[in-house]
């Protein structure tokens, strides 16, 4: 039997499942099988458990994320899981494909830690309660209390699960943060270990995947089996599929929100996520620059004119988060006495380098990649780092009074240019 050709769709788990599902049913129009990165075994209470007693600051940590997310699915999913999940199903029943759920999911991996694993988790913990001594054993009972309740109300009914979810998820970190049971520390710690643990474990998982959809196919005979996975799995599976005798022939990655018909056919580890270490993050987040559409940049000023918005409280956070770094380092390094100053250079600087990074990084903003823009030279290229300092160093000026100038100029100019375009010869236009 000759190699199955192997497709690949990925996806982001928080997304509307909706669009998800039209675009995999496009996709994967001639697979004979679909196969899903969900736990290939029963997650039960027994086997929370194992993993709360072997590994219990990763534990810990998956709750966190679990009551950071869960919100996010009730407003997106309805439903306690992942955007693809809910897709696959819904693809199958109405096309008849034989589904295989085929994750060595981190749960059923740390059910089973060894020595190491152990080691390190049970370290931290005892570092985290001596620290914090009553405050995090108030807080750890709080927390697994809460996601406690919404497992619980998931089981007697999905409806009661969406009424209970996010008073409980968000509501509780909301009165933990407000009550003084949620220091940074005891946020970040369980956090670390659990999204360390899971990069550590990535590979493996990606091993695993290809591992069972090779057996698989071989056994029942498909051909053409398609794998739904989260988008930071892609780059690993292009790298290891060979090694699984796996051909793959076709790629897809989903916009997240957004629709796409973006397919590559016949793709390679070197051009997708460009082979490098962090491939599997530019991959997950579409942070790579797009293709303008030449022509497009008196279209887009509806959209232009909500990312600013977006983009505002961005640069917001990115002036108290910088404020807060700026400050740490000055105390470091200068003392007390440097505080004052330091914070006010960082909170007066990062939004500027908020907008001045992305954009001669990749062209545009996180407000401009929701809605699909990219700022480009008037002919169309990349903008030049040189032409992206000079745009955002007369950004002052546009904004003056609260964007009042930056707006009359794209009125009044051919190509909807804010004053600071018209001086960087730049434009703003919709991505490919």
Known sequence: MSSPALSLFGVLHADRPAKVRAELDDFAADADALFVEQPETEVTVRTLGRVAARTPTFFLGMLLQLALFLPV??????????????AVRRVAEERGLPVHEVDDHPVLYMSRAGARWMLVN??????LAAFYRTTFLAFAGLLTAAIGT?????????RLWLVVAIPATAGTLAFAATSGLLPTGLLLGPLLVYLGSTGAINEHR??????????????EGYERPCLVTGKAHMTGLLELASDADLSVSRMHVSRWLRPSDDVTESPDPESFGGGSALGWFTTAFGLTRPTPRRGTETDVFGQRTVAALLDLVFAAVAGVVGGFAFAVVAVVALGDGATLGALAAGVALSPWLYFLVWEATLGRTP??????LVVVAEDGSPASRRAVFVRNLL????????YVLGFLSMLATDRA???????????VVRAG
């Open 73 to 86: 699915y009730v407003v997106l999913h309805r439903a306690y899981d992942e955007a693809e999940a809910i």
């Open 122 to 127: 049970w370290a931290a913990l005892a570092a």
């Open 150 to 158: 919404t497992l619980a109300a998931r089981r007697l009914d999905r």
């Open 206 to 219: 990606n091993e695993h995947l290809l591992e069972r959809v090779s057996a698989l196919s071989r056994r």
């Open 367 to 372: 407000g401009k990649w929701l809605f699909g």
């Open 395 to 402: 950004r002052p000026l546009d904004f003056a009074p609260f």
């Open 417 to 427: 240019q804010r004053i600071g375009d018209v001086v960087a010869d730049t434009v």
